[in-house]
């Protein structure tokens, strides 16, 4: 019951944490982590090495953070995203998993109950779904503190970003840029270009709290507070993008109506019709779960 696709987790300053990865061997999940050649020994000593893949440090140079300050500060995560992007297509992968490294499990949220899975089942139903269609370009799961148990939702909310747990199509034209909120861009990018993306609120990420985990950004980008990367993405998406007071700190606020004409396109060669679906054995185990 594990995901086909392969699962990417980068990370940095959190060896001793690793919560994703300890969640990932939790549920018998197999998955590469990449971390920075300074801290690969540190890693190696906690994980097994044949996991750990070492960030080529000419994606740090090369990558386009999006404004004049070069190397003077950290260019975050998005150079291990495109290190990973491009080592997914390279292996022929037509989907990869890319997850943050503060991820402290996962749900199916069903009939207001959130239950924890017990293995990969839900991230092979989230593939089997956006296969179904030729133009989902990214799609992962909520997060855990969005989905109120006492209201109702739909399973899925297309048409919006997509963060910290991320299936995305190797073939799409795009590659991660910016120094932060990398994440909304590229799902911002996707959505002007008429792709579609999926949020699935059927099932669920625990994911610790921005800036509540040493390690990571927190430690490099966020330590000055979260205006400078709210800011960023103003720059980058005028259009739709301002800057608010939410969560009790300076941060962006995205207006995706525009995108919700952005419509699903069967694939022809899929046949979906009633109770039976091609979910299988799937469906069967998530009842169970």
């Known amino acids: 019951m594990n995901p086909a696709s392969p699962i990417y987790i980068i990370s940095k300053g959190r060896h001793e944490s690793r919560l994703t990865s300890r969640t990932l061997e939790r549920l018998g999940v197999p998955y590469l982590i990449v971390v920075e050649e300074q801290e690969r020994e540190k890693y190696a000593s906690v994980i097994d090495p044949k996991k750990i893949l ?70 092979l139903a989230m593939e089997d779904f956006v296969q179904r269609y030729t133009n989902v370009a990214m799609a992962g799961p909520n ?27 190797t073939d799409s034209p795009y590659r991660w840029r ?30 610790m709290t921005t800036q509540t985990m040493k390690g990571g950004n927190t430690d490099t980008l966020y330590k000055d507070g979260t205006l400078e990367k709210s800011k960023m993405l103003v720059q980058m998406h005028p259009d739709v993008a301002k800057l608010a007071w939410r969560f009790g700190r300076p941060h962006h606020y995205v207006d ?21 679906n091609n979910y299988g054995m799937v469906l069967k185990r998530l009842k169970g779960v």
């Not at 048409?159 to 747990?165: A, I, P």
């Not at 109506?257 to 069967?266: C, E, G, I, T, V």
């Open 256 to 276: 995706y109506r525009s995108f919700k004409d952005n419509a699903l396109r069967r694939r022809t060669d899929v046949e979906i019709s009633g109770k039976v």
């Open 54 to 123: 070492v960030l080529d440090p000419q994606y740090q140079h090369d990558y386009d953070a999006f404004d004049d300050l070069g190397e003077t500060k950290s260019k975050g995560s998005g150079p291990a995203r495109n290190f990973v992007w491009d080592h997914a297509a390279s292996k022929g992968a037509a989907w990869y998993w890319i997850m943050d490294d503060n991820i402290n499990g996962f749900f199916r949220f069903n009939k207001n109950m959130k239950i924890p899975v017990g293995d990969g089942a839900i991230f």
């Open 143 to 169: 997060y855990f503190m969005f989905a109120s148990r006492k209201a109702k939702g739909p399973p899925f909310t297309p048409n919006t970003r997509v963060y910290s747990c991320n299936l995305i199509r």
């Open 178 to 207: 910016g120094r932060y909120n990398e994440d909304t861009d590229l799902s911002i990018r996707m959505l002007k270009d008429k792709w579609v993306t999926i949020l699935f609120n059927a099932f669920l990420q625990f994911k």
